[in-house]
């Protein structure tokens, strides 16, 4: 007779439940187009990954590192790659001339996860001066010249400080320039033409554009300030008629637009005697 104990085992054993482990995907390589870009470039990210289980789907998360929101990524069943872009508008922090960016990326297949990090540098452009314009070329003293700044920065996020030397030996005038503006505008006056003498005189204006990164650009204009001769306005005698030895006094108005000029007077009193001056 057969034992019907040892026939029914095998049977018994092939019923038995069995836990079935998920194998977790496992992210093979990262790698980045470039491992140092400009700042407000991309970077292209391409991401390789396993998984022992051919039927599982999985999804990506990528945080680029730079305070954007975590990208979430979806993909069909067998995929096992994928390449994603992405733009640094700026090397933040400021104050610095590049900054590091860690980019996590996350692989999970609805159970279980793999992640891994790789790293980009992002380097800042310093701002271009691309135009100084005045107004005109050519004021008279204690007139004002105008004069138009164009510069270019990549970094779309960038604070900018404009700083102008006149030239004239008056304090430089420092300006700090909305985010995004490109152009900026200023003013001076010249109380005077300072050329001693010579009639007109050329000054420099020097001016400077710095980012908040360090990054900076000079260049510079010539403004040309003429004198501008005084006018007498009005003679005025006490008497028009007086006795022989007697003494007349006589009263002079006369304007000058420059503020700074000196001022020497000369008289001719038509009867020989030497001018007084």
């Not at 039927?55 to 069943?77: K, L, P, R, S």
């Not at 452009?125 to 004069?147: K, M, Q, R, Y």
């Not at 033409?193 to 400077?208: F, H, P």
Request: net charge negative; glycine share 8%; no cysteine.
């Amino acid at each position: 007779m057969r034992d019907s104990h040892h026939v029914l085992q095998p049977a018994l054993e092939a019923l038995e439940p069995r836990l079935l482990l998920n194998a977790a995907p496992e992210i093979v390589s990262l790698e980045l187009s470039a491992s140092a870009i400009d700042e407000n470039a991309s970077v292209t990210l391409t991401t390789t990954f396993t998984d022992e289980d051919p039927g599982d789907t999985h999804f990506a998360t990528i945080d680029w590192g730079d305070g954007t929101d975590v990208e979430t990524i979806f993909f069909a069943v067998g995929t096992r790659d994928f390449s994603r872009d992405h733009q640094y508008l700026d090397d933040d922090p400021t104050g610095t001339a590049s900054d590091p960016y860690t980019i996590t990326v996350t692989i999970n297949d609805g159970t279980d996860s793999d992640t891994d990090t790789v790293g980009v540098t992002v380097d800042n452009v310093a701002p271009a001066i691309t135009g100084l314009s005045l107004d005109s070329p050519a004021i008279d003293e204690n007139g004002t010249a105008n004069l138009t700044i164009d510069f270019d920065d990549p970094g779309t996020m960038d604070a900018h400080t404009v700083q102008i030397d006149w030239g004239d030996g008056s304090a430089a005038d420092v300006f700090a320039i909305t985010v995004g503006e490109r152009t900026f505008q200023a003013g001076h006056q010249y109380l005077d033409d300072g050329s001693g003498g010579a009639g007109s005189a050329d000054y420099t204006i020097s001016v400077s554009v710095t980012d908040d990164d360090t990054g900076s650009d000079s260049d510079s204009t010539t403004v040309t300030v003429n004198n501008v001769a005084p006018a007498i306005t009005g003679l005025l005698l006490d008497f028009s008629v007086i006795d022989e030895d007697g003494s007349v006094n006589l009263s002079a108005d006369f304007t000058d637009p420059g503020t700074l000029d000196e001022h020497t007077v000369e008289i001719d009193w038509g009867d020989g005697s030497a001018a007084d001056v």
